[in-house]
Structures are given as structure tokens and as C-alpha cells.
């Protein structure tokens, strides 16, 4: 009796320490059948916890209790594909899954091929979730900002991340004591962006097409490129005005891949009859209610300008943005034809018949172009935006200012010269802003 107790309580005391102990280490003399009956289990299922075949094992060698522990000491092996071999077969032969095969070796499909080294994980090693893949990145985007009361050349450039020195050949400054409260000086700032997706084509393509009978000359550009710009084009390529050019004479001068007339302006004056920032910086305003804008990091949209409803510039209107151009009116919104237009528009000239260029939106990367020397009106112009695939459209400048060119010549010339141009730029690896 007392022996059977004895037994007994053996028993008892191996089921308990297999439900606690995961893994046991192969000492002199142990066999399969041995380490079982010590822990309470059967070969079978030693064999199975361990992905054995037969029953050989050897001194030292660690083996799991329970399904899913992990011995402490195990490491992945390397194993070279034979002919005949799949990774199903691979998995059973070495105690492991597909699924952890796959992942240990970033596979993405269970194509093999013999000679392929492979890494093979530990015996009930599950497969991890690929980890999640980041939607933001930091990138350096350069603004301008006021000088405070309080702001020391060694504060500002610190809370930048600058030397005194940086800072001042930042900004062009032969002497740091030019920075002083009141000014605006340019600065880098580490912001979050989207990470752009996978481009879908080229950076702007060019076509001649002929929607609804009418010959259209299109550039699409793909705004999921890094080193793709779209900014305004001037004739004297600098931040001023007082002079025209003939949209050939702006892609001759720019570089730029492709150039589009921009919008209204003054005959004589030829200042912008509308909001422009380039650059981060705003280079002149007015009372045109919406605009193209597109951020540091290519993303593009139509926006309503609150400065123009006001009649008056905002330090914050289109604050973040790098480029904008305010035109109009617009003519398709969200695939409709639009044939209400703002009272900001009141030129009967503007609704007759006439040349036309307009820029569209099919997405917030996707950025269209389209320029016609035939005679159309607002509400056919739209209407050739739509069979275009166009979403969201605005009108930019037409009749004689109409023209666009394409590898530096033009395609259509403007019959006149314009106040600037909207070009687009696929190798530009300089600073991007934000206003």
C-alpha cells in the first residue's frame, strides 16, 4: 500500500511539473520513454511537441513539454531546398509550419527552388505578423517665420536646430545682427508627411486627344514622385512683376518639363489678378475665391481662399502650403459641370467663346492639364474636363493667353504674353517650403 501511494503521489508530482516546467534538457542515460514517464507523457506526443521522427536524441539537447513552449536554446537552422522538395514537406520534416517558414525567410509566395538556403525556425515557432508598415515619414520643409521680441540669433537658430552661423547663411545675411525682432527669416522644420504612394506612371506625360470632337493637348502629372514640382513660372525668373512672356519664352527659360499659362492679370501691369505663393511665400493676393495648392509633399487640392472673401491678405491663408495659384471660376466639381459660377467672375468675355486652358484633379496626386486653341465656352470646356476623367476642374486664363508647351517648346504658343506660367518640374531635388 504504502508503495502504491508512493507511485501515486511520483505521478502526481510529474503531471504538475510538466504543467509547469516548458522544457526539459537531455541528461546522460535519458531516452524518449524515459523523460515521458518522468513528465507524464506519452512518446507520441513528445514526438509530436518536438517534431521528432524516431527516437533518437542526444545529451543536452532541449526538449518542449507542452505544445508551443520554446526551449530557451533553441536557434534557427539553415536548410538547402533539394529536388523534390516543398515547403510543406521542408515544415514536417523539421517540426515547423509553412506559415513560420515564410516568415523567417520573407517569402511571399511558396515557390522554392533547389539549391535555396533556407533559415528554419525553431520547432513550434509561430509565424509573427508582418509588422505594420508606417503611413507617415519626417521630412525637412523650410518656412519663413517672425522674429519675436525675445528671439536672440543663439535662441532662434536652436530652436531650430542650427548654429548662429547656418542661420545666417540660411537667410543670405553677411552678420547675424540682421536677424532682429520684426523680420522674417527662413528656417528648416522636421514635419510629418504622408508617405507618398507607389508612382503610377511617369512623372507628366503628354498627349493630343480629341474629346467630343474638340483637339485638346493634355499633360497628366503623377504627384506620387518625390522630385516632381509644380510651381509658377516667371519671365524674369525671380519673385517680381512689371514684364510679360510668351508661354515659349517661359518653358525656354525655365527648364521646366512642361509650362501652362497661369491665370488673369492686369494688361498693363501684368501683376496677378489672384493669390500666388511659391516658394512658401506669398507672392501677391487678390479677390479670386478658389485655387490650386499643393503641399511640400505633393499632395494637391482646390481650396477656398478666406482672404479674398475678406478682401484683404491673412497671414494664415494657405498656411503649410508650397505652391498656389488662384484661378477660376470652376467648372467641374466632383464630376458635375458646374454652371453657376462665383460673382468674383463678372467679365462677359470670360463666358463666350474662346481658347482655353483649365487644370483639373482626378485625385489629391493626380494633376491634369488641358489646353485648346479651338473656341469653346466655359460650359463646354467642362464638359470635355469630365470625358477626360477629370473630377474637380478650374478655368486658368484663356483666349489669346492660351498656350502650353512640352519639352521646352511650345505646343500651343500664347498669342500674347502673360503674367507667368504653371510649370512642372520631374528632377528637382532643392528645398521644399510651406508658407
Known amino acids: 500500500m504504502r508503495r502504491l501511494l508512493s507511485l501515486l503521489l511520483l505521478v502526481t508530482a510529474s503531471a504538475a511539473l510538466a504543467a509547469t516546467a516548458p522544457t526539459v534538457k537531455v541528461q546522460k542515460g535519458d531516452t524518449l520513454f524515459r523523460i515521458a514517464t518522468r513528465h507524464g507523457l506519452s512518446v507520441a506526443q513528445l514526438r509530436t511537441y518536438n517534431g521528432l521522427k524516431g527516437d533518437t536524441i542526444r545529451v543536452g539537447q532541449v526538449l518542449r513539454l507542452r505544445p508551443g513552449a520554446v526551449p530557451a536554446s533553441a ?3 539553415r536548410y538547402t531546398v533539394r529536388a523534390g522538395d516543398t515547403l510543406s514537406r521542408i515544415a514536417a520534416r523539421t517540426g515547423t509550419s509553412v506559415a513560420a517558414l515564410q516568415a523567417a525567410n520573407r517569402l511571399r509566395s511558396t515557390v522554392i527552388a533547389p539549391g535555396q538556403r533556407l533559415v528554419v525556425p525553431a520547432p ?72 507618398p504612394p507607389r508612382p503610377q506612371r511617369p512623372p507628366v506625360t503628354f498627349k493630343r486627344l480629341i474629346p467630343l470632337n474638340v483637339p485638346v493637348q493634355i499633360a497628366s502629372v503623377d504627384l506620387r514622385w518625390r522630385h516632381v514640382l509644380v510651381a509658377p513660372v516667371m519671365p524674369s525668373g525671380r519673385l517680381s512683376f512689371g514684364s510679360g512672356a510668351r508661354v515659349s519664352e517661359l518653358a525656354r527659360r525655365s527648364g521646366a518639363r512642361m509650362v501652362v499659362n497661369g491665370s488673369y492679370f492686369h494688361p498693363q501691369s501684368y501683376a496677378p489678378a489672384g493669390d500666388i505663393v511659391t516658394q512658401g ?92 486653341h479651338v473656341r469653346v465656352t466655359t460650359t463646354e470646356m467642362g464638359k470635355i474636363m469630365t470625358r477626360l476623367g477629370v473630377r474637380d476642374a478650374l478655368l486658368l486664363d484663356g483666349g489669346s493667353s492660351t498656350g502650353i508647351a512640352w519639352n521646352g517648346r511650345a505646343v500651343l504658343d500664347s498669342v500674347r504674353r502673360v503674367s507667368y506660367g504653371i510649370g512642372v518640374f520631374t528632377d528637382y531635388a532643392g528645398r521644399r517650403y510651406a508658407k
Open 75 to 77: 536557434a534557427p537552422r
Open 124 to 195: 513550434g515557432t509561430a509565424a509573427r505578423p508582418p509588422a505594420p508598415r508606417p503611413t507617415t515619414e519626417v521630412r525637412t520643409v523650410y518656412r519663413y517665420v517672425w522674429v519675436g521680441v525675445k528671439d536672440t540669433p543663439a535662441l532662434l537658430a536652436a530652436r531650430y536646430r542650427l548654429s548662429v552661423d547656418g542661420l545666417r547663411r540660411l537667410n543670405g545675411m553677411t552678420t547675424a545682427r540682421a536677424i532682429v525682432p520684426g523680420k522674417k527669416v527662413l528656417v528648416p522644420m522636421r514635419v510629418p508627411v504622408p508617405i
Open 281 to 372: 511665400r506669398l507672392l501677391t493676393w487678390g479677390r479670386i475665391p478658389q485655387a490650386l495648392t499643393i503641399t511640400p509633399d505633393n499632395r494637391a487640392a482646390f481650396r477656398i481662399s478666406a482672404a479674398a472673401a475678406l478682401g484683404r491678405p491673412l497671414e494664415t491663408t494657405w498656411a503649410g502650403l508650397e505652391t498656389v495659384v488662384a484661378t477660376g471660376p470652376r467648372i467641374l466639381s466632383g464630376g458635375q459641370v458646374v454652371t453657376r459660377y462665383s460673382s468674383a467672375f463678372r467679365d462677359p468675355a470670360l463666358f463666350g467663346r474662346a481658347a482655353r486652358s483649365a487644370v483639373g484633379l482626378i485625385g489629391n496626386r493626380d494633376l491634369v492639364f488641358v489646353s485648346t
